[in-house]
């Protein structure tokens, strides 16, 4: 079963940085758009950040824009989400998935093809950040 799974999160404090990392298993990421998003508790789910196939376009949502970058590395199977200068905003669970566009409002678009229509998601990881 495919799935993308994030990992790297932590509890830290504001003003502090983290690494989140996903990795893909079972199919290959290389031709896929992937995108972050992150849930607080009693929210609903946000769009965080997407980037291209290429790795040459990236989105980001308004909220996290200047202090977070997406990357990835299509060798190893990777997408990575560098999270500087947290807020404790920023406290949610964080996941990737394959095949979405997010837009600047938070929102976002699945622009994949699987008859479901939801694209590859997995286990998220939690971000924690103390004031």
């Known amino acids: 079963r495919s799935s993308c799974q994030a990992s790297g999160g932590g509890t830290v404090q504001a003003g502090g940085s983290l690494t989140l990392s996903c990795a893909a298993s079972?199919?290959?990421?290389?031709?896929?758009?992937m995108s972050w998003f992150r849930q607080a508790p009693g929210k609903a789910r946000e769009g965080v950040s997407c980037i291209s196939s290429n790795g040459n376009v990236t989105y980001y949502s308004d909220s996290v824009k200047g202090r977070f970058t997406v990357s990835r590395d299509n060798v190893k199977n990777t997408v990575s989400l560098q999270i500087d200068n947290l807020k404790p905003e920023d406290t949610a669970v964080y996941y990737c998935?394959?095949?979405?566009?997010?837009?600047?409002?938070?929102?976002?678009?699945?622009?994949?093809?699987?008859?479901?229509?939801?694209?590859?998601w997995g286990r998220g990881t939690q971000v924690t950040v103390s004031s």
């Open positions: 998935a394959t095949d979405y566009l997010v837009t600047e409002d938070g929102g976002y678009l699945y622009i994949g093809d699987d008859h479901a229509g939801k694209g590859r």
């Open positions: 079972g199919f290959s990421l290389e031709n896929l758009v």
